[in-house]
């Protein structure tokens, strides 16, 4: 069945352009002075340190230090400065563009296929790659894992780190004439990509569903700390797999472009009026990271499960949203803040009240993950409902009224997390 790609289910317009990431809202709680103020403390990670003290100190219940200690723990690896940081911004540390060379003694840079001083390893079936490079994928961490053709418009127009202040555009090597070095940084910050690296691999890590029921204590973040813990793991061993090949390969956080589009791309869901990458085992519970390529592979193309018009029907991430960030409303072209890149028809999230959230809180929250009807227990029903609407949007009202109050979706305690209730 012919599926249109994610610049044609956004209805992409000719005026969209490339995002900045320096527009992204993390980097602005840094530089941009005028929304920073609007948080308890100028920088977002000073504001949720100190007041996930506070919280530990006040022994709020669901935000003490037992709970505290697990979420803020999840993120050992996805924080280490000098190695996994580049999932922020790319290009550094674990997430460099360049060969690490980790296995062929000691950092020395050269792949498996240079130091053996053979020919790279030749693809003749890109299906089968695609099919195997999935599977390796999941043996290095992943969940689940998409491939798909590699839309430029996802990719950043600029880079900007919020450690350095660096930054420096994001380049195609056939989007300029000169003779620049690939996969590397020049001096005035730039970056250029072989314009050969033409697929992505999408990579989804389940955040679980025991923890994110607890949302918006504390324990819930143990699911997206170990999601972007993971993300630092796999993403550069899978690259690193592939250079050893002999190609090209670039690991990314959430640094370098869009992942929701290339996740829409590479069939791993849809998205929701949460903002947020539906799967339809995982609902909204993955976090992504992805691999652009030059080795050849073969797209698996978007899939459509029905849940736009679930969305329409449904509002209970806007309704359990504490900040108010998700519309209530239609999908529009444009949304309410300088962070969102207008051009694309779809639900715009309000990533400003979200943050101020956040650090109102101590951590992240993961309420429009835990009250999305499609976040089910692992290996849990819901069957029949899934499958009537793949089917037709006839029934969605119902079902989202059925779904509403229903115990899966309702926020659980920490003390239900660790047996005690
Ligand atoms: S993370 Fe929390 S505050 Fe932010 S959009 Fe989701 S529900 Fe709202
Ligand atoms: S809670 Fe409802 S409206 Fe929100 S993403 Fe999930 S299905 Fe869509």
């Given at each position: 069945?012919?599926?249109?790609?994610?610049?044609?289910?956004?209805?992409?317009?000719?005026?969209?352009?490339?995002?900045?990431?320096?527009?992204?809202?993390?980097?602005?709680?840094?530089?941009?002075?005028?929304?920073?103020?609007?948080?308890?403390?100028?920088?977002?990670?000073?504001?949720?340190?100190?007041?996930?003290?506070?919280?530990?100190?006040?022994?709020?219940?669901?935000?003490?230090?037992?709970?505290?200690?697990?979420?803020?723990?999840?993120?050992?690896?996805?924080?280490?400065?000098?190695?996994?940081?580049?999932?922020?911004?790319?290009?550094?540390?674990?997430?460099n563009w360049r060969p690490l060379g980790a296995?062929t003694?000691?950092?020395s840079g050269e792949p498996l296929?240079a130091?053996?001083?053979?020919?790279?390893?030749?693809?003749?079936?890109?299906?089968?790659?695609?099919?195997?490079?999935?599977?390796?994928?999941?043996?290095?961490?992943?969940?689940?894992?998409?491939?798909?053709?590699?839309?430029?418009?996802?990719?950043?127009?600029?880079?900007?780190?919020?450690?350095?202040?660096?930054?420096?555009?994001?380049?195609?090597?056939?989007?300029?004439?000169?003779?620049?070095?690939?996969l590397?940084?020049?001096?005035?910050?730039?970056?250029?990509?072989?314009?050969?690296?033409?697929?992505?691999?999408?990579?989804?890590?389940?955040?679980?569903?025991?923890?994110?029921?607890?949302?918006?204590?504390?324990?819930?973040?143990?699911?997206?700390?170990?999601?972007?813990?993971?993300?630092?793991?796999?993403?550069?061993?899978?690259a690193e797999?592939?250079r050893n090949?002999?190609?090209n390969a670039?690991?990314?956080?959430?640094?370098?472009?869009?992942?929701?589009?290339?996740?829409?791309?590479?069939?791993?869901?849809?998205?929701?009026?949460?903002?947020?990458?539906?799967?339809?085992?995982?609902?909204?519970?993955?976090?992504?990271?992805?691999?652009?390529?030059?080795?050849?592979?073969?797209?698996?193309?978007?899939?459509?499960?029905?849940?736009?018009?679930?969305?329409?029907?449904?509002?209970?991430?806007?309704?359990?949203?504490?900040?108010?960030?998700?519309?209530?409303?239609?999908?529009?072209?444009?949304?309410?803040?300088?962070?969102?890149?207008?051009?694309?028809?779809?639900?715009?999230?309000?990533?400003?009240?979200?943050?101020?959230?956040?650090?109102?809180?101590?951590?992240?929250?993961?309420?429009?993950?835990?009250?999305?009807?499609?976040?089910?227990?692992?290996?849990?029903?819901?069957?029949?409902?899934?499958?009537?609407?793949?089917?037709?949007?006839?029934?969605?009202?119902?079902?989202?009224?059925?779904?509403?109050?229903?115990?899966?979706?309702?926020?659980?305690?920490?003390?239900?997390?660790?047996?005690?209730?």
């Amino acid at each position: 069945m012919f599926m249109p790609s994610a610049a044609e289910i956004y209805r992409i317009k000719e005026t969209y352009e490339r995002f900045n990431q320096r527009m992204e809202m993390f980097c602005r709680s840094i530089w941009d002075q005028e929304f920073a103020e609007t948080l308890r403390v100028p920088n977002y990670v000073k504001a949720l340190l100190g007041r996930a003290v506070e919280q530990i100190q006040s022994k709020r219940p669901g935000h003490g230090l037992r709970e505290m200690a697990l979420c803020w723990a999840s993120w050992t690896i996805a924080a280490m400065d000098d190695m996994a940081q580049g999932w922020r911004s790319g290009n550094d540390g674990l997430f460099n563009w360049r060969p690490l060379g980790a296995s062929t003694g000691g950092h020395s840079g050269e792949p498996l296929w240079a130091y053996s001083e053979v020919e790279r390893e030749e693809i003749k079936d890109p299906g089968l790659n695609s099919i195997n490079i999935k599977k390796i994928a999941v043996k290095m961490g992943a969940t689940v894992a998409g491939v798909a053709s590699l839309d430029r418009r996802w990719v950043y127009s600029h880079w900007w780190s919020r450690y350095t202040q660096r930054s420096g555009r994001v380049l195609f090597s056939d989007e300029t004439r000169e003779d620049l070095p690939l996969l590397t940084e020049l001096e005035d910050g730039r970056r250029v990509i072989p314009s050969s690296m033409r697929y992505v691999i999408v990579l989804g890590f389940e955040r679980g569903y025991e923890e994110i029921s607890t949302s918006p204590d504390s324990v819930a973040g143990l699911g997206t700390g170990m999601g972007y813990s993971m993300m630092a793991f796999t993403a550069p061993t899978l690259a690193e797999y592939i250079r050893n090949l002999g190609y090209n390969a670039i690991p990314a956080g959430n640094d370098t472009g869009l992942s929701v589009p290339m996740a829409v791309d590479a069939g791993l869901g849809q998205l929701g009026r949460n903002g947020l990458l539906v799967h339809p085992e995982y609902g909204p519970r993955l976090a992504l990271a992805k691999v652009i390529t030059d080795m050849p592979l073969e797209p698996d193309g978007p899939i459509d499960f029905g849940l736009t018009e679930f969305c329409e029907a449904c509002d209970i991430c806007a309704k359990n949203c504490p900040s108010r960030a998700i519309s209530f409303g239609e999908r529009s072209f444009e949304g309410p803040t300088v962070s969102n890149n207008p051009g694309a028809l779809k639900w715009y999230l309000d990533a400003e009240k979200c943050m101020r959230f956040w650090t109102e809180l101590g951590e992240d929250c993961s309420n429009c993950l835990r009250s999305c009807p499609f976040n089910v227990p692992p290996g849990k029903g819901f069957r029949l409902s899934r499958w009537l609407i793949r089917q037709t949007p006839l029934f969605n009202g119902v079902l989202k009224n059925m779904v509403e109050n229903s115990s899966h979706i309702m926020k659980k305690t920490s003390a239900w997390f660790y047996g005690e209730e």
